[in-house]
């Protein structure tokens, strides 16, 4: 890795001046943990002339959690403090595992929430050293013209790695974002699109601030799950949440299922056609509905180091798990 280049480093005194900042520069880029950022950085994968960092925003860190059940998570919130804070263990668990199983400990000491919804798709072609890309003439992503993954298409298929967007579309969460026109709230599913080289909708001075998660219906049931390569650290082969209520009696029906996956796609993905498991029971014929639904919706391509088959499968159990855990726990 290179050393960084020279480049500004502000540090606003507010999320308001942040936004200010970023609109001034259009050479510049917002950095939270930097986890993610600076290694692109030093792999000369982009080349800003300012940093704006928000890692010391006062309030930018706050976990809020109203009368009324939901929560406010604000986008700075680090994923150590995710992992182990008590409010979150308590009543959403899911986000909290989540939170634990991205990257390393001492990643998770510096990377925050807004960065992990916000970070960079990932491909085995784009994330090499400069001499590396150089050597393969670079890719469709950043400075070359064809993709080494599929070299006849026209788009990036970089996969959206976040191990915490899984579990926040699972719940509906929604984004609250701030440019210099104002805050607005958005589902958080729309503040992607299915494009690695321009996967997030945000404005260029437009910033997550915080993550708003509805309170959980009654009887709620809320799993994660996550394969990858390496036990210890690993981005994701496909992270996999899922949520459900379940009626009453014996053969009690589903009564709401959602299901939020990523590591497989340029977007985390909010599966569709859930609601057509909904009112039947639990039972094999169910179980292999929902996995059909995950192998028809993930798109993985040959951006990892595994097979995309592979990664396909993997998705769809990890599904068929959960709903079975969730549904007989
Ligand atoms: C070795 C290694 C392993 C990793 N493993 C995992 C893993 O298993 N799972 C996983 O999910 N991630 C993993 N990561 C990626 C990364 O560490 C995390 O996603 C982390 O949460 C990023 O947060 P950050 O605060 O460090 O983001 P930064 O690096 O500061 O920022 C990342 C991007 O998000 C933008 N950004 C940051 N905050 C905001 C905001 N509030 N609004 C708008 N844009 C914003 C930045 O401009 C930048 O483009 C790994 C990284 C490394 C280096
Ligand atoms: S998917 Fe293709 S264009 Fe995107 S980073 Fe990989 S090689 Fe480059």
């Known amino acids: 890795m290179h050393p960084l280049s020279d480049m500004k480093l502000e540090r606003p005194a507010s999320a308001e001046q942040a936004v200010a900042l970023l609109a001034a520069e259009p050479g510049a880029r917002l950095l939270a943990g930097g986890t993610d950022l600076v290694p692109n950085l030093r792999r000369g994968i982009g080349k800003p002339t300012t940093l704006v960092d928000v890692s010391a925003l006062p309030g930018f860190a706050a976990l809020a ?4 059940g939901n929560l ?13 804070d008590p409010l979150l263990a308590a009543r959403l668990p899911a986000l909290a ?14 990377a925050t929430l807004g ?30 013209d064809t993709c080494h993954v599929a070299p006849q298409g026209k788009r990036c ?12 579309l ?14 607005r709230r958005t589902p958080l599913a729309a503040m992607y699109r299915d494009d690695g080289a321009a996967h997030l909708t945000l404005a260029r001075d437009e910033i997550l601030t915080a993550v708003q998660v509805p309170a959980a219906p009654a009887g709620l049931r809320l799993g994660f ?11 994701p082969l496909a992270s996999v949440a899922v949520a459900l209520t379940l009626g009453e009696g014996k053969a009690a029906p589903l009564t709401s299922l959602a299901v939020g996956i990523s590591g497989t796609n340029s977007h985390p993905l909010q599966l569709q056609g859930t609601e057509a498991l909904v009112g039947r029971p639990l039972d094999e014929a169910a179980l292999a509905a929902l996995g059909k639904l995950v192998q028809k919706q993930v798109s993985p391509m040959r951006s990892t180091v595994t097979s995309s088959n592979h990664r396909r499968l993997v998705a769809s159990v990890l599904a068929q798990r959960l709903l079975r855990e969730l549904a007989t726990a």
Do not use: I
């Open 115 to 144: 960065g992990n919804l916000c970070q960079d798709t990932r491909c085995v072609y784009y994330n090499q050293s400069e001499w590396w890309r150089a050597a393969n003439h670079y890719c469709l992503k950043l400075g070359g």
């Open 72 to 84: 406010r998570l604000g986008a700075g919130l680090k994923l150590a403090t995710l992992a182990r």
């Open 225 to 235: 799950r996550k394969s990858r390569v390496r036990g210890a650290m690993d981005f």
């Open 157 to 168: 298929h970089a996969a959206f790695c976040s191990d915490l967007a899984p579990v926040l």
């Open 97 to 110: 595992a989540a939170a634990a199983a991205a990257a390393g400990p001492a990643h998770r000491s510096a």
């Open 170 to 183: 699972a719940l509906h969460a929604e984004a609250e974002l701030l440019s210099p026109g104002g805050t």
């Open 65 to 68: 959690a109203a009368a009324d």
